[in-house]
């Protein structure tokens, strides 16, 4: 076993594929590829042969939809991708948004109002369907791609599909932890990084699992045929609905407590085995 970026052991491998499985589900960031490189070119046979066989293969990401490109670029001939945490289904091929769920505008108004009273030191982004507002000081890998906006504009930001929040601290669990106390359920806290203190909102009751559930369903999936991939919290209820769930070697504890597999981490050949055994039984 190898060691992950936090120290922690690595567990052992559990890549057991059942028969019977018509749709891949994956996250993207930490399972399909690493660190914003490439989809590695054995991953991407691999997902082709699943597609010739028959079986779909959904990315399912906190991606928005602007960081989408790279996925077309390695696979153009992938359809649905359920994005945004779940809040978004949007058609790759056709570069159309499908469906979307946005936060109504109480909902919105009511949580920030929570915020400003008990994390004054919070500040706030929104990922909408016309692009990314962020609040003065709000630290961004891509800022170019913003729109900055005064803080008392954002109780009525428009078409949020989901909301952004910083404090400072690089804590990612901790800040989890802190949000969840303030908010209650009035907007679905997650986060994909444990260390980029970086907390995911959207609107309530959305999430991967629950988008890719619907999708399932309209065309006539159980989730028993079903395998997910993942690596982190906001993976967890796709880990758990799926009937194949399988966790990356180096995630976080929680996502591989939610999972009866486990892959190794990107870097050491990831998801490509099991959709290889995938194809092949499909």
Known sequence: M??????????EARTAVPTGIRL????????LLHDWQPIPAPTVEAIRSCLAAGVHFVPVTGRPIRW???????????GPVICANGSIVYDLAGGRVVSAHTVDAATLAEFVARVRRHMPEAVLGFETLDG?????DFLTRFPADATWIDPTDSPHVPGVVKVLLRTGSRDSDAMLAAVRAVIGDTLH???????????????????KAGTLAAWCSAVGIGPHEVAAFGDMPNDIEML?????GYAMANGHPDAIAAAGGIVPAVLDGGITAVLQAIAAQA
């Open 2 to 11: 190898t060691d992950d970026s936090c120290g922690r052991p690595q567990p």
């Open 132 to 136: 990314l507002l962020l609040e003065p």
């Open 24 to 31: 891949v589900a994956s996250d993207v960031d930490g399972t």
């Open 240 to 244: 758990a609905w799926a009937g194949s």
């Open 68 to 78: 989408l490109a790279p996925i077309r670029a390695s696979v153009p001939e992938l």
């Open 189 to 207: 806290a997650t986060h994909s990084n444990p260390r980029n203190g970086l907390v995911e909102l959207a609107a309530p009751g959305v999430t």
